[in-house]
């Protein structure tokens, strides 16, 4: 019932077909005739009234081939075909909805493995009750047994456990966890049970981020509908002439009908979203979750890509290497004052100086008042006075004689005041990720033809971190609205990359935004176009990568479908091909061309351009980071 509901003219053309043939088997072929005639001309009107408003919109779309059909083969008394002709224009949308169904397998697989109940203990007690995964509670003890899905985001209590993540990251073998270890929810739990603190709700959890990015995903309509209407005007010209003179020089109006049974512009309607579908699936089996299939068309042919530098060509994980006290403050003073301070943001570089402070056994204190300053730094009301912490030429506002500091490749630093006073600085050293330089130059080899960074970090240490990766063209020091404006002066389409949520507003201004998401903040992964969910930044070259093939495979559909049909047009002009067999043919053409465009599904038989090896590893969700240090 439900597919009678969704697909009636489907129904309603079998149950006519079947009195059709009833009649003529009971020696009434006018009746047949009449029947199938009102019944494929009351079709062919239906669909004309959506046809025409859509030329009214100015959408010229592929239906007047069918129309014409339709209305050609009832005026010579084709009306069997004018039947099949029905069938396969209302059986077009249920056919693209199966083979979207196949392609969108891998998308939905993750909705499936969602978890419903979690195991929590009672109190201090060893007892477990099962709740739902709504009610769990930040703090609450979870029992998490073996081969189960870890419900929400937490830290590791039991001694060591085997995890396995393929499904957030697209890594196959299994993560080795310790004791304070995250644990992301989504992920398997190995071979025995553990037990873990719950640090989330289900709706700020890893595994809710994905599901959510997924049923966008999933909801999205390719739109490279428009690519095969960009193709309907020609086709239909074309098809019309063919008819046109089949029936000039044979001077049988049959024969305009039966050249353009199989004219029938199905592959194209087809073929094109299931390729976007399948491209998109095979994407989310690698850990690249695309929003949707524009993204895919875009993405295939961008010119111009741009990195952020903090988490994205870096490690993005900074460790502390120095601190340098000035003014009569000793270095624990100050160390101790930034960690305070820094306690109150999320970005990385304020994560690395607490857990510095931690290490030298230094305890944060709290503040009685705090305040963020976006992509600059932090004001802390604080026992010891009003501390500073962040970029120099925000912490000179706040103090005199904050000197420069000359930093190497890889290092950044953070400068603090102490009330008033220039307190010292903190120095931090942020490694080069291992594949940047061969991602960069796969972006190259792709089609991109510049590749730049685009980074709030000082400009010394931005030049040295491109002069490793080969980048030549640097802006430093910009904030959020400056990235948007140089993104506004390149070559389109182009590609930014970043992490984090001052890279939001230019993820959201390219024509690509790709976030590295699976540690970066959520600003940034809902904002972007593509989300990479492990931390590797190998993976946004491969999302190119199966762009490009995903076009490659929907436009030889769609010219699969097109040769088709004119060989098919050709063979009908000479006679060759009578219209009820026309009409069947062409379902063959419509299976081919769908069956091609599920090749991307697949790799392919290997990319003649060079992908640089895979080189993150997993990455444990984070807050929504506020950058308010230097190196932003």
Not at 372 to 388: F, I
Not at 461 to 468: G, K
Not at 623 to 629: G, I, L, N, Q, T
Request: proline share 4%.
């Amino acid at each position: 019932m439900e597919a009678i509901r969704r697909y009636p003219i489907v129904f309603a053309t079998l149950v006519v077909a079947t009195v059709v043939v009833l009649l003529l088997l009971t020696g009434e072929p006018t009746a047949a005739q009449w029947l199938a005639s009102a019944f494929a001309l009351g079709v062919a009107a239906f669909t004309t009234v959506g046809m025409v408003k859509d030329v009214m919109r100015g959408h010229w779309g592929v239906d007047i081939l069918a129309v014409t059909a339709i209305v050609a083969t009832v005026s010579v008394g084709e009306y069997l075909a004018s039947l099949v002709i029905v069938l396969m224009l209302s059986g077009g949308e249920a056919l693209e909805d199966y083979a979207e169904g196949r392609a969108r397998r891998e998308l939905t697989s993750l909705l499936a493995r969602s978890p419903q109940t979690a195991h929590r203990y009672l109190n201090s007690t060893a007892e477990v009750v099962d709740v739902p995964v709504g009610e769990v509670r930040i703090g609450d003890t979870l029992l998490v047994r073996p081969a189960e899905v870890v419900p929400v985001d937490g830290d590791l209590t039991s001694a060591e456990a085997a995890m396995d993540q393929s499904a957030l990251t697209g890594e196959s073998l299994p993560v080795q966890l310790t004791t304070g270890d995250r644990l992301l929810s989504g992920s398997v739990n190995g071979g025995k049970a553990l037990t873990m603190r719950a640090t989330a709700l289900v709706q700020d959890s890893q595994y809710q981020r994905i599901i959510s990015l997924v049923e966008e995903a999933s909801q999205s309509r390719a739109p490279l509908v428009r690519l095969a209407d960009r193709y309907a005007v020609p086709f239909t010209v074309g098809s019309l002439l063919i008819a046109g003179l089949a029936w000039f020089f044979s001077g049988d109006p049959v024969r305009f009908a039966e050249v353009l049974v199989v004219a029938t512009p199905c592959p194209l309607l087809i073929a094109a979203p299931v390729a976007f579908m399948g491209g998109m699936s095979r994407a989310a089996r690698s850990g690249i979750i695309v929003k949707n299939g524009g993204t895919l068309e875009k993405l295939s042919r961008a010119r111009t890509v741009v990195f952020d530098k903090t988490g994205t060509l870096t490690q993005g994980q900074p460790s502390l290497e120095a601190v340098n006290p000035e003014n009569g403050w000793s270095g624990d003073d100050v160390l101790s004052a930034a960690a305070s301070a820094e306690q109150y943001s999320t970005h990385v570089l304020a994560d690395s100086v607490r857990q510095a402070a931690l290490q030298r056994g230094l305890t944060p204190v709290e503040a009685t008042h705090a305040s963020e300053h976006a992509t600059n730094g932090v004001v802390a009301e604080l026992p010891v006075g009003t501390v500073v912490v962040g970029k120099r030429s925000f912490v000179a506002g706040f103090a005199d004689d904050v000197p420069a500091v000359p930093l190497t490749g890889g290092h950044v630093a953070v400068w603090v005041a102490i009330d008033g006073t220039f307190a010292g600085t903190l120095i931090l050293s942020d490694r080069l990720r291992d594949n940047a330089t061969a991602t960069v130059e796969a972006f190259r080899s792709m089609g991109a033809s510049e590749a730049m960074m685009v980074t709030g970090d000082l400009r010394s240490t931005a030049d040295e971190i491109a002069a490793q990766v080969g980048l030549t063209r640097v802006h430093a020091d910009a904030l959020p609205a400056d990235k948007v404006a140089i993104l506004a002066t390149l070559d389109k389409p182009v590609i930014m990359i970043g992490d984090g949520v001052n890279d939001a507003p230019a993820l959201a201004a390219a024509d690509v935004g790709i976030a590295m998401g699976a540690r970066g903040s959520t600003a940034a992964s809902e904002t972007a176009d593509v989300v990479i969910m492990a931390d590797d930044l190998s993976r946004t070259a491969h999302a190119m990568a199966i762009s490009q093939r995903t076009m490659k495979v929907a436009l030889e559909s769609i010219w699969l479908g097109i040769a088709l049909s004119v060989g098919l047009m050709l063979v009908a002009a000479f006679g060759f091909l009578p219209a009820i067999v026309g009409a069947a043919t062409q379902e063959f053409v419509d299976l081919a061309a769908i069956l091609n465009a599920l090749r991307a599904l697949s790799a392919g038989r290997g990319s003649k351009h060079p992908l640089p090896p895979s080189g993150g590893t997993v990455a444990t969700p984070a807050d929504e980071p506020v950058r308010s240090a230097a190196g932003v």
